[in-house]
């Protein structure tokens, strides 16, 4: 039986050297006797020489998780990393497998090691012991940490406040900076610390920050556990502001102010321009919407693709958006999806060139992927942003009859954007009352690859363009 105490300052270092050591003499885990500084001496123990007699590689997520783990309160823990270390010689894939029990507690304890020197870094209270005429400050700080996390938090505390000498005092392990140098000693009983000038400041500070409107009782108390009150001043405060804060809470809705802020007048002038409807002259709407900027798409986008067609046409036909070929060209419905259109709309009888032809969206919305511009379905705020313009060729066109085609003409037209494929066939309205049939789009048939869908999705399209004939007849 081979024994190994670790040491309490400097344990990491001491469980991998040892560790390493028995690894490469082949010594099975359940022939160690792991200890600590609390652990008593073995009688059945002995130190046997060890000889190396392998090579020793570990990987190097071993390496990171133990250098907690051997931080952690557990007894156990030496013996634990070991059994596992010996495991993972023969299976390197352990470490990446999710299922094994002894690596998931092993992360268990790492994870609490982590949380521990996460608290530790929040909650230590310096104080100011040195006298004022001495070259440097010097501050000490009474912690109780959960595990043995003074010495691989140390650094941090290192860095934070290296121009000044500070020692943080546990029952655990000590850990002193004294001009410049970082050392560690045995822990000790909790000492008296003097009464700090800037501790009012820092309670006064916490006490106004405090915002009783926000109050969380239980994420308060997990994030600052109780059993870290009793060293923090600040925390002799908590349970008043705790029963205080409705009463505060109250208060502060009470005192809201009554009157806008200066700059309201300005948002209300803005959101009135963005709502009411175009009233420009009819024959200056399509240089209009060629100079939109209302939203993003203009700065990518070739050019804005006013509608076309009879400025009296009985039937209105609402698309998506133009697509490459129309960004390009100017004009909607040129194509695959409009050529798609003009092939079933022939079958049905209907004449396009006697309809005002139109989108949503009059910009073509895209993401550039190599020489290719992909087509992107526009968001809500791009329809609403439109809607401007469509609702303006609408109040000049003055249709009897909207074909809507597809999720984002209906939304732009109706204002739902409920699913298409249960409205397609039905007439809905647009907010002034002019009936919508719901379509769907063609670039939907082009995009289906199952022929016996295609036919039936394409019957459906040509039963609902001869729908609209009747409508108008
Ligand atoms: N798709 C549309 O919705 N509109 C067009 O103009 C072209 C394709």
């Known amino acids: 039986m081979h024994r190994a105490v670790m040491p309490q300052i400097g344990t990491a270092q001491a469980w991998r050297d040892a560790?390493?050591?028995?690894?490469?003499?082949?010594?099975?885990?359940?022939?160690?006797?792991?200890?600590?500084?609390?652990t008593a001496p073995d009688l059945f123990g002995t130190d046997a020489p060890l000889r190396p007699?392998?090579?020793v590689t570990v990987p190097r997520s071993f390496v990171s998780m133990a250098s907690s783990v051997v931080w952690h309160g557990d007894p156990e823990?030496?013996?634990?990393?070991?059994?596992?270390l010996w495991r993972l010689k023969d299976a390197p894939h352990l470490m990446t497998d999710r299922g094994d029990a002894d690596l998931s507690l092993l992360r268990r304890m790492e994870k609490n090691v982590h949380?521990?020197?996460?608290?530790?870094?929040?909650?230590?209270?310096?104080?100011?012991?040195?006298?004022?005429?001495?070259?440097?400050?010097?501050?000490?700080?009474?912690?109780?940490?959960?595990?043995?996390?003074?010495?691989?938090?140390?650094?941090?505390?290192?860095?934070?406040?290296?121009?000044?000498?500070?020692?943080?005092l546990t029952p655990d392990v000590c850990a002193i900076f004294e001009n410049g140098k970082l050392s560690f000693r045995e822990g000790q009983e909790?000492?008296?610390?003097?009464?700090?000038?800037?501790?009012?400041?820092?309670?006064?500070?916490?006490?106004?920050?405090?915002?009783?409107?926000?109050?969380?009782?239980?994420?308060?108390?997990?994030?600052?556990?109780?059993?870290?009150?009793?060293?923090?001043?600040?925390?002799?405060?908590?349970?008043?502001?705790?029963?205080?804060?409705?009463?505060?809470?109250?208060?502060?809705?009470?005192?809201?102010?009554?009157?806008p802020p200066a700059r309201m007048a300005q948002v209300q002038a803005q959101l009135a321009a963005h709502h009411s409807a175009w009233d420009g002259p009819q024959d200056a709407l399509p240089a209009a919407i060629a100079a939109c900027t209302r939203c993003p798409l203009h700065c990518t986008a070739t050019q804005a693709v006013v509608g076309e067609g009879p400025?009296?046409?009985?039937?209105?036909?609402?698309?998506?958006?133009?697509?490459?070929?129309?960004?390009?060209?100017?004009?909607?419905?040129?194509?695959?999806?409009?050529?798609?259109?003009?092939?079933?709309?022939?079958?049905?009888?209907?004449?396009?060139?006697?309809?005002?032809?139109?989108?949503?969206?009059?910009?073509?919305?895209?993401?550039?992927?190599?020489?290719?511009?992909i087509h992107q379905q526009p968001n809500r705020s791009e329809i609403d942003h439109c809607r401007w313009w469509?609702?303006?060729?609408?109040?000049?066109?003055?249709?009897?009859?909207?074909?809507?085609?597809?999720?984002?003409?209906?939304?732009?037209?109706?204002?739902r954007r409920d699913a298409i494929l249960a409205r397609r066939g039905t007439v809905e309205a647009t907010p002034n009352g002019t009936p919508v049939l719901l379509t769907l789009h063609p670039s939907y048939l082009l995009r289906l690859p199952d022929p016996a869908a295609k036919a039936d999705a394409t019957a459906q399209f040509r039963d609902d363009l001869e729908t609209a004939l009747r409508m108008l007849a």
């Open 115 to 168: 949380r521990c020197q996460h608290k530790m870094k929040a909650f230590v209270r310096f104080r100011e012991i040195g006298s004022a005429d001495a070259p440097r400050r010097s501050f000490a700080a009474w912690f109780e940490p959960t595990y043995h996390t003074v010495e691989p938090t140390a650094d941090f505390f290192v860095r934070r406040f290296s121009d000044m000498d500070w020692r943080i």
């Open 311 to 373: 400025m009296d046409a009985d039937l209105m036909i609402v698309g998506e958006q133009p697509g490459d070929q129309e960004d390009l060209s100017g004009r909607p419905f040129v194509g695959p999806a409009g050529q798609m259109f003009d092939q079933i709309a022939a079958q049905a009888g209907l004449d396009r060139t006697q309809a005002y032809v139109t989108n949503a969206v009059k910009h073509f919305k895209f993401t550039p992927r190599g020489k290719r511009r």
């Open 190 to 259: 909790k000492p008296h610390l003097p009464e700090d000038a800037s501790e009012q400041l820092w309670i006064t500070y916490f006490q106004n920050i405090f915002n009783p409107a926000r109050l969380m009782v239980k994420a308060m108390q997990s994030e600052m556990p109780k059993k870290y009150w009793k060293n923090m001043p600040e925390a002799a405060f908590i349970p008043q502001m705790i029963a205080d804060a409705p009463a505060r809470a109250r208060a502060m809705a009470e005192a809201a102010p009554s009157l």
């Open 77 to 84: 823990r030496f013996a634990r990393l070991y059994a596992f």
């Open 53 to 55: 007699n392998r090579q």
């Open 390 to 415: 469509l609702d303006a060729e609408i109040a000049q066109v003055q249709p009897k009859l909207i074909l809507g085609m597809g999720a984002t003409a209906a939304e732009g037209l109706t204002g």
């Open 19 to 38: 560790a390493r050591q028995f690894l490469a003499a082949g010594i099975r885990p359940e022939d160690i006797l792991w200890g600590d500084a609390t």
